[in-house]
Nanobody, 121 residues
Framework: QLVESGGGLVRTGGSLTLSCVAS????????IGWFRQAPGKEREGVSA????????FHSDAVRGRASVWRDDAGNTAYLTIYNLKPEDTAVYYC????????????????WGHGTQVTVSS
């Protein structure tokens, strides 16, 4: 089970850190992906981190202003987005896979229920 938290309302230019807590299985064997879906739009990959954290991935939309990392001892993964823009407004989901890594949502087996991020202009 994956549970996201940390969403909320933030002003343009601010930053936000999202957390993804895993239960049931040790997190270190799983790659974690962060995805988002805005109203009326398809789900898109945001950032991802491989199992053990050796590789990290970011979409063009957030590259240079996002950081993804993991605390396997705490079974938690994190995503921070800096310099938030109104177009970052979406429901953010974390997902886990043991079938590879990257931003392809089809790889991911387990999904959280999402946390809302709203960026005001």
């Amino acid at each position: 089970q994956l549970v996201e938290s940390g969403g909320g309302l933030v002003r343009t230019g601010g930053s936000l850190t999202l957390s993804c807590v895993a239960s049931g299985n040790p997190l270190d064997r799983w790659a974690i992906g962060w995805f988002r879906q805005a109203p009326g739009k398809e789900r898109e990959g945001v950032s991802a981190i491989s199992a053990m954290g050796s590789s990290k991935f970011h979409s063009d939309a957030v590259r240079g202003r996002a950081s993804v990392w993991r605390d396997d001892a705490g079974n938690t993964a994190y995503l921070t987005i800096y310099n938030l823009k109104p177009e970052d407004t979406a429901v953010y989901y974390c997902a886990a896979t043991n079938r590879g890594d990257g931003l392809d949502s089809h790889l991911y087996r387990y999904w959280g229920h999402g946390t809302q991020v709203t960026v005001s202009s």
